[in-house]
């Protein structure tokens, strides 16, 4: 009995959408679940090849033994490597590499791409890269001088595991075998070393260590793990995560008030088929077993047609963001499943109650009295707990992530704008007076009944400003992303150009059609006072290393003033504000610098904002023209040339003494994420979609179910069927009119946040 009467009353409109918008209730949040923990193991995972090890300690001297032994100690496996720049020579050709010495072990993750395949740098030979091998003239095979001691090429190195997204060098690299290190002389007194020492183990053995070792380390030296990289790709792949994320927000909130409305709209059809069930002799034992089974049928149903749909979702959007993903991905763990039929679980039983209580509760003298309604749970209260637990729930979904409180401050805002505008229209329209019979009509039944018509606006106002945001999402916030890097962005830096060389390497780059940015003078020097008090190195990274300081006229495109004026004037400095956050400094404050030659003081004059993502040339401290001339200086610029252009290799040639950075393959897999993310984007347009005309359709159903009495009154008293439908149109044209106000009112307070809070665009 229970399965004929599920299946018949299935074919209800209203039960119809209850099951749909549950299905894609699962469906989401089954496949974004699945896909964010899988992409959360698998850049765990990659990142930890791209550092080569699970923890890097850096330092610029050797560390004592004991903290090895210890590491040792508590089962990690150790690898060590040394960095340091010198001269390689070829017969009479000199050129500056970047040398990585590695031992045996290197590299205990990732994959060290090589030609021929499956090279390592053993003792008495190096790889190279490609780059300085065209330099010196080389091929491999032959061998090449590094210091005091001659070692033979092996093979090119093409890419470094470890040098993952931040792939900078200021030289050609040269990978060697540590053993080789003492032979090259190369090693002396005041020589700038960088050591890295990488370790691997278990969770507990790292966890174990992490706890002593940030206990020894100097304020010169770092502790990283895997994962903790903040590169503009990992911010990239960051970003991307919350799209997608915003994306299963939206669809989420739709599905909950489109069950919402329906399943209120289904129990209240049903009020008199229960009365004439219980006038019949139907007990209270049988109908619930109806209901509960009925509730029971749609809720297994939907979780099989969402699980289904689900895993079709995850396999397009696998599919689509698979270019940017790493290689293979983890299996998925069990919570998404759990959370996907727990969210199930949660909506039905919050949604759902209230409308099966008051359909049990329903009288048997509503067959003769229309306005026979039980009175349980009034809305006053069950609907702010219901609101309040459905809030606390997403928050533990999504981690607690801003994404949901931006959108709950944009419904608030909504809500407010909505309770304005209605009262506001409804005061018009009492004083509004038309002639055309249609309107007329439809304005009296808004006024007739304000409350239901402020309802039917806050369901049309939801749907909009929810569909809105994420179509503006896709638009304006992802186009503005891209114009973080336009297709012209430089992707090679050039550093320590001379006073004498800024004019020759412009007209180098000129003469072959290459052209430069600015020319950035650049003076290193360390900040060791705020305000006479001297600071602690310790309290930040920016403290304990030498930072580049500039001097410009004009205010950089990728920066904005926060505070202050600009330009600085004389013995003034602008401040970064991220730097300033971190150290404490407030405009007024006096800075102490330590630079080669003297120490000197400057007063804030601004605070900016930098937009890092750029992959321009940006700076912490910006001074006035002639501030820092009593310094040693050297400038930078940046331009676009395409790969492996011949002209790299002129440029070394004409300017032995300088040093390119390469950040074109960082550009090109920024790009891809912006791409992919793009078409992910369109699939969860797609699912938002739909559970926005689910949510539309219930409560258009709702509206003509209340209308047709109505309607039937008009018709009996000779209104014409043009008529009548020329009063609905009427009605619901006026309903959208101000309904889409509010949610475009209610989208751009959204947008705001989501745009400076989330997303952090200018």
């Known amino acids: 009995?229970?399965?004929?009467?599920?299946?018949?009353?299935?074919?209800?409109?209203?039960?119809?959408?209850?099951?749909?918008?549950?299905?894609?209730?699962?469906?989401?949040?089954?496949?974004?679940?699945?896909?964010?923990?899988?992409?959360?193991?698998?850049?765990?995972?990659?990142?930890?090849?791209?550092?080569?090890?699970?923890?890097?300690?850096?330092?610029?001297?050797?560390?004592?033994?004991?903290?090895?032994?210890?590491?040792?100690?508590?089962?990690?496996?150790?690898?060590?490597?040394?960095?340091?720049?010198?001269?390689?020579?070829?017969?009479?050709?000199?050129?500056?590499?970047?040398?990585?010495?590695?031992?045996?072990?290197?590299?205990?993750?990732?994959?060290?791409?090589?030609?021929?395949?499956?090279?390592?740098?053993?003792?008495?030979?190096?790889?190279?890269?490609?780059?300085?091998?065209?330099?010196?003239?080389?091929?491999?095979?032959e061998s090449l001088e590094v210091g005091d001691t001659r070692l033979r090429v092996a093979g090119e190195v093409l890419q470094e595991p470890d040098a993952g997204f931040n792939p900078f060098q200021t030289a050609p690299r040269l990978l060697m075998n540590l053993a080789d290190v003492q032979a090259t002389g190369a090693i002396q007194p005041g020589s700038r070393l960088s050591w890295r020492y990488k370790f691997s183990g278990t969770p507990a053995a790292l966890a174990s260590y992490d706890r002593y070792i940030e206990q020894q380390i100097h304020?010169?030296?770092?502790?990283?793990?895997?994962?903790?990289?903040?590169?503009?790709?990992?911010?990239?792949?960051?970003?991307?995560?919350?799209?997608?994320?915003?994306?299963?927000?939206?669809?989420?909130?739709?599905?909950?008030?489109?069950?919402?409305?329906?399943?209120?709209?289904?129990?209240?059809?049903?009020?008199?088929?229960?009365?004439?069930?219980?006038?019949?002799?139907?007990?209270?034992?049988?109908?619930?077993?109806?209901?509960?089974?009925?509730?029971?049928?749609?809720?297994?149903?939907?979780?099989?047609?969402?699980?289904?749909?689900?895993?079709?979702?995850?396999?397009?959007?696998?599919?689509?963001?698979?270019?940017?993903?790493?290689?293979?991905?983890?299996?998925?763990?069990?919570?998404?499943?759990?959370?996907?039929?727990?969210?199930?679980?949660?909506?039905?039983?919050?949604?759902?109650?209230?409308?099966?209580?008051?359909?049990?509760?329903?009288?048997?003298?509503?067959v003769l009295r229309r306005d026979a309604v039980a009175r349980v749970w009034p809305l006053k209260y069950y609907l702010p707990a219901a609101a309040l637990i459905v809030l606390v729930l997403l928050a533990l979904l999504v981690g607690g992530n801003k994404l949901?409180?931006?959108?709950?401050?944009?419904?608030?805002?909504?809500?407010?704008?909505?309770?304005?505008?209605?009262?506001?229209?409804?005061?018009?329209?009492?004083?509004?007076?038309?002639?055309?019979?249609?309107?007329?009509?439809?304005?009296?039944?808004?006024?007739?009944?304000?409350?239901?018509?402020?309802?039917?606006?806050?369901?049309?106002?939801?749907?909009?400003?929810?569909?809105?945001?994420?179509?503006?999402?896709?638009?304006?916030?992802?186009?503005?992303?891209?114009?973080?890097?336009?297709?012209?962005?430089?992707?090679?830096?050039?550093?320590?150009?001379?006073?004498?060389?800024?004019?020759?390497?412009?007209?180098?780059?000129?003469?072959?059609?290459?052209?430069?940015?600015?020319?950035?003078?650049?003076?290193?020097?360390?900040?060791?006072?705020?305000?006479?008090?001297?600071?602690?190195?310790?309290?930040?990274?920016?403290?304990?290393?030498?930072?580049n300081l500039t001097w410009l006229q004009v205010l950089p495109q990728q920066n904005q003033l926060i505070s202050g004026s600009w330009p600085p004037h004389k013995v003034e400095v602008s401040v970064e504000q991220g730097v300033a956050q971190r150290l404490g400094i407030r405009l007024g404050d006096v800075l102490t610098f330590t630079g080669d030659t003297q120490d000197f003081s400057v007063k804030v004059s601004s605070l900016r904002k930098v937009d890092w993502e750029s992959l321009r040339p940006n700076f912490f401290f910006i001074f006035p023209p002639g501030e820092l001339d009593d310094q040693p200086q050297s400038w930078l610029t940046s331009f676009r040339l395409h790969n492996n252009n011949p002209l790299l290799v002129q440029l070394n040639r004409t300017f032995p003494t300088l040093s390119l950075l390469d950040v074109g393959s960082i550009l090109r897999q920024i790009g891809q994420v912006l791409s992919q993310v793009s078409r992910a984007l369109e699939v969860m347009v797609v699912l938002v979609t739909v559970c926005g005309l689910l949510l539309l359709l219930a409560q258009i159903q709702v509206g003509l179910r209340q209308r047709r009495q109505e309607l039937m009154v008009y018709r009996t008293l000779g209104a014409s069927r043009r008529l009548l439908q020329a009063t609905l149109w009427s009605e619901f044209a006026l309903l959208g009119l101000i309904s889409g106000v509010a949610a475009a009112i209610g989208a751009e307070a959204a947008l705001w946040g989501l745009q400076r809070k989330i997303f952090d665009f200018p």
Request: glycine share 6%; hydrophobic share 55%; charged share 15%.
């Open 1 to 141: 009995m229970i399965v004929r009467w599920f299946w018949r009353e299935l074919r209800a409109p209203s039960l119809l959408i209850v099951w749909l918008a549950l299905s894609l209730a699962v469906a989401c949040v089954l496949a974004l679940g699945s896909i964010g923990d899988r992409m959360e193991k698998g850049l765990t995972q990659q990142s930890r090849d791209f550092m080569a090890g699970d923890r890097t300690l850096i330092s610029p001297r050797e560390v004592p033994a004991d903290w090895l032994v210890q590491a040792q100690q508590r089962g990690l496996q150790l690898s060590r490597q040394l960095s340091f720049m010198t001269m390689t020579f070829a017969a009479d050709s000199p050129q500056l590499a970047s040398v990585k010495a590695v031992d045996d072990r290197y590299p205990m993750f990732g994959v060290l791409q090589t030609a021929p395949a499956g090279q390592k740098p053993g003792v008495g030979t190096v790889l190279v890269a490609p780059r300085l091998l065209a330099l010196l003239g080389l091929k491999p095979g």
């Open 404 to 547: 949901l409180w931006v959108l709950a401050g944009g419904i608030v805002m909504l809500a407010l704008v909505l309770a304005l505008l209605g009262w506001l229209a409804l005061l018009l329209l009492k004083r509004l007076k038309v002639r055309q019979l249609a309107i007329r009509l439809a304005i009296n039944r808004l006024l007739r009944q304000p409350w239901t018509s402020l309802s039917q606006l806050a369901t049309f106002s939801l749907s909009f400003m929810l569909l809105a945001l994420l179509l503006i999402m896709r638009g304006d916030l992802l186009e503005r992303w891209q114009q973080q890097l336009p297709a012209d962005s430089p992707n090679y830096f050039l550093l320590n150009i001379t006073t004498s060389q800024v004019p020759q390497v412009a007209d180098f780059l000129q003469q072959h059609q290459v052209t430069a940015q600015t020319f950035y003078p650049v003076v290193r020097a360390r900040l060791t006072a705020l305000n006479q008090q001297p600071v602690d190195p310790r309290s930040d990274n920016a403290l304990n290393r030498e930072l």
């Open 219 to 366: 304020p010169d030296q770092r502790w990283l793990s895997a994962g903790s990289s903040q590169d503009a790709l990992s911010l990239s792949m960051q970003r991307a995560q919350q799209f997608l994320l915003l994306s299963a927000l939206l669809t989420l909130m739709l599905a909950i008030a489109a069950v919402t409305v329906a399943m209120s709209h289904y129990s209240r059809s049903r009020y008199d088929l229960v009365a004439v069930l219980k006038t019949l002799g139907a007990g209270k034992v049988m109908l619930r077993k109806l209901l509960i089974g009925q509730w029971l049928a749609i809720l297994l149903l939907a979780a099989l047609s969402g699980a289904l749909a689900g895993q079709a979702v995850e396999a397009v959007l696998l599919r689509l963001l698979r270019p940017v993903l790493p290689g293979s991905l983890p299996a998925a763990g069990s919570w998404p499943w759990l959370w996907a039929f727990g969210a199930l679980f949660v909506i039905a039983l919050l949604v759902g109650l209230r409308p099966w209580r008051l359909l049990l509760a329903t009288q048997p003298l509503r």
